[in-house]
């Protein structure tokens, strides 16, 4: 059997890789797949052309390939068997084109054929695969193995292939640790061969891969910490070899902190957000010119949009971390609970004695500078549960900081809904802070800052648009009056002669209040303005409470005049009523509102009694 | 409020079809739509297989459109009469409508919704609904008010339809929310139409320019989706007093298949168990995560500071679904990932709003 000439070889090979990099959009509609059928008929050709695969004692000994012979082939192997002499060069070579086939394969959906070339090409290169000249290739041709059965829904195999992938490379860094060859470079002439430099390069982006993957099987599997941890590791790697775009890279990494906040992990959102803020910085200041093409005129946009995003994750931290502070530290009634508070001081020395341990064990971004420079924004920012008002303030500052940043680029017109959204975080922020505020007084004023932001931006709201953001800030106007009064009354009762100034604030506050919740009620009202018989499930509770409240503030407007405190009570009844007889004729509701239900149960059976009292000492005078 | 209805409409088989001796295997059976596998023998071992041979679908409506000569045969009248008419009733009450059409290239979406000119489509009968409707009702001439627009989302790209762009390159519309306007594309041009030949006329006007971005792009017309808005405002007395209903009508032309998409690569997009290949998707992996770990979270509402006289614990904040009031408010931040599409019709898709879906 003659040789045909290596160079005749090289370069079919060359033109098929060619081939396989055409983008699919660029063949003609009813041949979406030309491109790669023209790779593979080369790819063939460059086959038949290297000729039989050489005969192995090792293969034909073993049983099934793939996974059929369970964790034999997927384990590690136990010595380095290096890829030397014709017969092993051989085999590699015919293992990349095996290789290239059964990628191009799956590029034409037609997976059995894929997997046949894979499993074929793990088989030649079995022996030699922890050599330098095989690893990235076997790596490689598993992690397409993984992403084949997950195309099959079969996810546990695919897990399988890329955790063998991951021990090997591991295994491989651990005991030879030299940039392996590119699995490109065994049909390259020795000039162009690639340097270490680019080896290592390669070779570690296809690692960096293989985390990603993996980090998508397990989130697949639901085992969400992990694939947190995969995607952290993912974003890591991307900084370490330079790999990223700045706002891209930003972005993500703010979006992963939400992961954990969501899971009360902190610290761990807290150097997410800071690295975020590190590396965004990195990006140049864009301007644009009147050349600017349109692509890149989209580019400022979308850095401002990013900066804005950025900012709202911080909000949310901050105002998580608040949040989840004053939910350990609240009693039944939803305030300060002092004995809670000593507890979590005393706790406090324990989780700063522990913080060293949980720092090391976390995934850090960045070496060396970057790291200096992230700690840098993380030093000003406690990622512990604030104890008291100074420490809470601190974290209010900070998100009402990144509150006014948003609004830079979230303004109301243009981006209503998320303008919205960001106020109403502003207005979490007040109310939160007023948890850990000692001075009803100030405390009242926290509330009005935050009826003063709220209020403005139903004024112009389109009702019809904008449906439930309407309800809600509605609902919370009425709810920042409700407890406005409650501390006015509070502040009433400290005073030995409450005046009359007072008990007119008092009345105001509760009208404000009334008139909020009736809006709300009114807007679950049909287009002939009839109040639903069965109010729908996904307002059920707000309607209900709304009704409650409505009852209760009614039961408390302050009047010298009898009758009309007669009138007040009547009124406060009725909505007490329509609770107990609504429940009594939709269970579910019952279910929804337990609490305000045995209220107003009470209600209905003390009211009645109170008025008639009321009345006959009205008759009496 | 949100009322959504799905029709399927089953078209003949083409020429190629026949020619290639494929069978029908869908059967409508009043609001059932059955499929029959045909891969499903009868063998007696076939006990392990867990397919069904003959599966059902329920839908709102079922429309065969196979044989004309068949008496179940659903025309272009028929399936007017149905959706049209709910369209035209339900703008006329002030809603907004959203109809879309889904299906692959060639499965008969521009037929359903454009129709020939012997056989006109949805589009076309419902502006000439809505003009009989102004000429029967209307106790004065103009009291109401029609405006069309016509727009095209290729690659995640806004393009007015409407408008000759007199500059060689095509330029984008920012699509964005007014607190007025709800969600709408800057720099759209509406048209008022008077009567149903200029509906018919911009309608025609708007698919050339459609197919002419396509000799740029190499038959871009099957790969974007179209949305062509019908805005209704009627006049009307309220208590004496002068008063407007408005309704918009979005008919939305969904491209024939995500895969004809240009900014479809098969290393971007996830569906299911896919492994996304290329790191461009991290985001949305990350994203994912994001978000189905806000159903976990364990923090709950928060409770109000209840007062004196004994009420205790009440919660302030809501639970309920997220589509009630102050629906637990998220924990966390999601940076906005939607298509353009689903960012434009987000009012019709929810609350105040009709959706009808046909495929």
């Known amino acids: 059997m003659a040789n045909p000439p290596w160079a005749e070889i090289r370069e079919k090979f060359q033109a098929a890789l060619a081939l396989s990099r055409v983008e699919l959009h660029k063949n003609p509609e009813k041949e979406p797949y030309k491109s790669k059928y023209g790779a593979r008929a080369l790819l063939e050709e460059v086959k038949a052309l290297l000729g039989p695969a050489p005969e192995d004692e090792d293969e034909r000994s073993q049983a099934e390939d793939g996974l059929g012979a369970g964790d034999h082939t997927l384990g590690l192997p136990a010595e380095v068997v290096e890829a030397e002499g014709p017969i092993a060069q051989g085999a590699v070579r015919l293992a990349v084109i095996e290789f290239h086939l059964g990628v191009n394969h799956i590029d034409t959906e037609e997976l059995s054929a894929g997997e046949e070339h894979l499993v074929k090409c793990l088989r030649l290169l079995r022996k030699y695969r922890l050599s330098q000249d095989c690893v990235s290739l076997y790596i490689q041709a598993q992690n397409n193995l993984g992403i084949l059965w997950s195309e099959r829904e079969e996810i546990e195999t695919a897990q399988a292939y890329l955790e063998s992938s991951e021990a090997l490379y591991n295994q491989y860094m651990k005991e030879i640790g030299s940039p392996p060859l590119d699995p490109t470079e065994h049909f390259l002439p020795e000039e162009e061969k690639l340097a270490e430099q680019e080896r290592s390069k390669r070779f570690e982006k296809v690692y960096t891969h293989n985390l990603y993957y993996l980090a998508q099987v397990y989130q697949h599997m639901e085992m969400f910490e992990k694939a947190a941890h995969y995607c952290h590791s993912t974003l890591k790697r991307q900084l370490e070899h330079n790999a990223y775009h700045p706002i891209e890279w930003a972005i993500n990494a703010a979006t992963l902190s939400q992961f954990y906040i969501n899971k009360l992990c902190f610290m761990e959102a807290r150097h997410c957000l800071s690295a975020a803020n590190v590396i965004f910085g990195q990006t140049g200041k864009i301007s644009t010119t009147e050349d600017t093409t349109e692509a890149e005129g989209d580019v400022p946009e979308l850095y401002h949009q990013r900066k804005g995003e950025i900012a709202r994750c911080w909000i949310k931290y901050c105002l998580t971390l608040l949040q989840n502070a004053q939910l350990s530290m609240q009693d039944n009634i939803g305030e300060l609970d002092l004995d809670k508070q000593s507890e979590l001081r005393a706790l406090r020395k324990k989780e700063l004695d522990e913080e060293e341990r949980v720092r090391k064990k976390a995934v850090q971004f960045g070496t060396g500078e970057l790291c200096d420079a992230i700690s840098a924004v993380e030093e000003k920012v406690s990622y512990l549960r604030p104890l008291d008002f100074e420490e809470a303030r601190e974290l209010f500052l900070l998100g009402q900081h990144y509150v006014f940043e948003a609004k830079e680029f979230f303004q109301i017109d243009g981006y209503v809904t998320d303008h919205i959204e960001v106020v109403q975080d502003h207005s979490a922020l007040f109310k939160v802070l007023a948890f850990f505020e000692t001075d009803m007084e100030r405390r009242c004023k926290m509330h009005k800052r935050r009826i003063a932001m709220l209020e403005p931006l139903i004024v112009d709201l389109n009702p019809q648009y904008y449906l439930l953001v309407n309800r809600q800030i509605q609902f919370e106007i009425a709810h920042a009056y409700y407890d406005m009064m409650d501390l006015k009354v509070a502040i009433a009762d400290k005073l030995r002669d409450p005046d009359s100034h007072i008990v007119k604030k008092i009345n105001n506050l509760n009208k404000s209040a009334l008139k909020y919740y009736q809006l709300f009620l009114d807007s679950l009202r049909d287009p002939n303005k009839v109040f639903p018989e069965h109010i729908g499930e996904d307002v059920l509770r707000p309607a209900m409470l709304a009704k409650f409240r409505v009852a209760r503030l009614y039961g408390k407007i302050i009047t010298a005049d009898p009758k009309k405190e007669l009138e007040n009570l009547a009124t406060s009844l009725e909505h007490y009523k329509f609770i107990v007889d609504y429940c009594e004729k939709h269970p579910e509701a019952a279910q929804e509102i337990e609490v305000e239900l045995e209220l107003s149960k009470e209600m209905v059976s003390l009211l009645p009694t109170k008025m008639e009292r009321f009345r006959t000492k009205m008759a009496l005078t | ?359």
């Open chain 2, 1 to 359: 409020m949100a009322n959504v209805r799905v029709a399927v409409r089953v078209r003949p088989l083409s020429k190629r079809e026949t020619k290639e001796g494929g069978r029908i295997i869908v059967e409508v059976d009043g609001k059932v739509a059955k499929i029959r596998n045909l891969k499903v023998d009868n063998r007696p071992d076939g006990f392990g297989d867990s397919r069904e041979k003959v599966v059902a679908f329920g839908f709102d409506y079922c429309y065969w459109s196979v044989n004309p000569e068949d008496p179940q045969y659903a025309s272009q009248d028929v399936v007017f009469q149905d959706l049209g008419t709910e369209v035209l009733s339900g703008a006329a009450k002030g809603y907004n409508i959203c109809l879309f059409a889904y299906g692959q290239t060639g499965s008969g979406k521009t037929y359903t919704m454009l129709g020939t000119p012997a056989s006109v489509g949805l589009t076309p009968r419902i502006c000439e609904g809505l003009f009989i409707r102004e000429k029967d009702y209307a106790p004065l001439p103009s009291s109401c008010r029609i405006k069309i627009s016509f727009l095209e989302i290729y690659n995640e790209r806004v393009r007015d339809l409407l408008k000759q762009s007199d500059q060689k390159k095509s330029y984008t519309l920012r699509v964005r929310e007014h607190p007025e306007m709800g969600p709408y594309v800057q720099g759209l041009s509406q048209h008022v139409v008077t009567n149903y030949k200029q509906v018919i006329q911009l309608l025609e006007e708007g698919i050339a320019n459609r197919i002419t971005a396509a000799t740029h792009v190499h038959e871009a017309s099957s790969r974007s989706h179209a949305i062509f808005t019908i805005y209704y405002t009627q006049a009307i007395l309220e208590n004496n007093l002068p008063s407007e209903i408005a309704s918009k009508i979005n008919l939305v032309d969904l491209a024939g298949s995500e895969r004809a998409d240009p900014s479809y690569c098969k290393d971007r997009i996830t569906e299911g168990a896919n492994i996304n290949k290329s790191l461009v998707t991290l985001g949305i992996v990350i994203s994912t995560l994001a978000q189905n770990s806000q159903a976990f979270s364990s923090c709950q509402s928060l409770n109000s500071a209840a007062s004196d006289g004994g009420d205790s614990g009440i919660p302030s904040s809501l639970s309920g679904t997220s589509s009630g009031v102050g629906s637990s408010r998220r924990q966390s931040y999601i940076p906005y990932r939607d298509s353009v599409l689903t960012w434009l019709l987000k009012d019709s898709l929810g609350g105040n709003s009709k959706t009808i879906m046909v495929a």
